[in-house]
């Protein structure tokens, strides 16, 4: 284990202790897939990716730190994810126990919050676990930096890639294989060709085959780092309400990205998407999907609304994506000092530059083939 990752996870616990303290709690467990991977600077307790709760937990305390895992997950995590982290490890029988009556047998559940359900224990809220995570250290920014990358090198091949005759399936496949080829779980790959890129706003991959028109959805994890993005390919010119709709929802994701401001609160960038959306001529597009928000060891740990509550901090990382019936924008980026940073760059596919609170910024626009 490197002297960096060390460092990382004892300034966590850290945190997590003067956390403790402010909360006038004793225990804080870590058993979701994001936790653990946060607590452990990038540690993965999943063994079925269609849960958000993982095969062990961390239970930090004021003055301690333990592993909890049944007996088949036990030597796995200890070995292959925690090498290095010299923290006991609490075993108990896999038909017998849980993650979470091994942490009440250490703290009284009055005295507990977790990230999963505990009986009597006080849940961990999506806003906390938000503030918790933020700001993202250097060593996390670049393990997302090197997932934008490798997961931009993923959408470019199967966008210059697919072809007419394809499924949604085969395209979706051919997302989820390079995902995996870089160690990456694909937790989402949604997938529409021609008329159901139109109707579909969540598009389940099906076996409706490639024509004209498809649309790339992902977001990627690794190390509990979630990064999302979509790329659209056309074969063939592309028509002019097309092009226009793309436009005006670059014109929407620019706005989002210059509210995106340290301090700014959470509705008030959002405000900022929908009076894009006005501005454009598609007022009521925001309604038919869900606008993103701030993202890290969650697919959203929040989602943009009206009614959303929070700021956005430095070093926070966020996926705005709004869209337009036939079009969608979509990347991760970071804030920095310097304003908005790409962590999804895709260097090689079609951009168009739009402003936006006296900016530039450079979205993502229709692959044409």
């Not at 490890?89 to 507990?112: D, I, N, Q, Y």
């Not at 926070?316 to 760059?345: C, H, M, R, Y």
Request: with cysteine; hydrophobic share 45%; glycine share 10%.
């Amino acid at each position: 284990m490197s002297v960096e990752r060390v460092a990382e996870v004892d300034a966590k616990l850290t945190r997590v202790r003067e956390w403790l303290a402010a909360q006038d709690a004793d225990g804080l467990l870590f058993a979701t897939h994001g936790g653990f991977a946060w607590i452990t600077g990038g540690g993965h307790n999943h063994v079925n990716v269609a849960t958000e709760r993982g095969s062990g937990g961390v239970l930090v305390t004021r003055d301690g730190v333990v592993l909890l895992a049944d007996n088949i997950e036990r030597a796995r995590l200890l070995e292959e994810e925690l090498v290095g982290i010299d923290w006991p490890a609490a075993e108990f029988p896999w038909w017998t126990g849980s993650v979470a009556e091994a942490a009440l047998k250490r703290v009284p559940k009055e005295r507990l919050i977790s990230d999963i359900p505990v009986p009597g224990a006080r849940p961990l809220g999506a806003a906390e676990a938000v503030k918790l995570r933020n700001p993202l250290m250097p060593v996390e920014i670049e393990r997302y930096r090197v997932l934008g990358e490798q997961v931009g090198v993923v959408l470019t091949h199967v966008a210059f890639h697919c072809r007419p005759g394809l499924s949604e399936h085969q395209l979706a496949g051919m997302l989820a294989g390079g995902l995996m080829d870089w160690g990456i779980v694909p937790a989402v790959t949604l997938v529409a060709v021609d008329e159901r890129v139109h109707t579909r706003r969540h598009p389940i991959p099906t076996a409706r085959r490639l024509e004209r028109y498809a649309m790339l959805v992902v977001t990627a994890r690794r190390h509990g780092l979630h990064l999302s993005a979509t790329r659209l390919v056309h074969f063939g010119p592309v028509p002019a309400d097309l092009l226009e709709r793309s436009r005006a929802c670059a014109q929407v994701d620019a706005a989002y990205l210059a509210a995106t401001r340290p301090g700014a609160g959470l509705a008030d960038v959002f405000a900022a998407g929908q009076a894009a959306y006005a501005a454009a001529g598609y007022p009521g597009e925001w309604e038919r999907h869900h606008q993103g928000g701030p993202t890290g060891y969650a697919g959203r740990d929040l989602k943009g609304s009206p009614f959303v509550k929070g700021t956005v901090e430095m070093a926070q990382a966020f996926a705005w994506n709004p869209s337009i019936t036939g079009v969608k924008s979509e990347d991760t980026v970071l804030v920095t000092p310097e304003g908005i940073e790409l962590l999804s760059p895709t260097p090689d596919l079609p951009l168009q530059a739009v402003e936006a609170g006296e900016q530039v910024f450079h979205r993502p626009a229709i692959l044409e083939r």
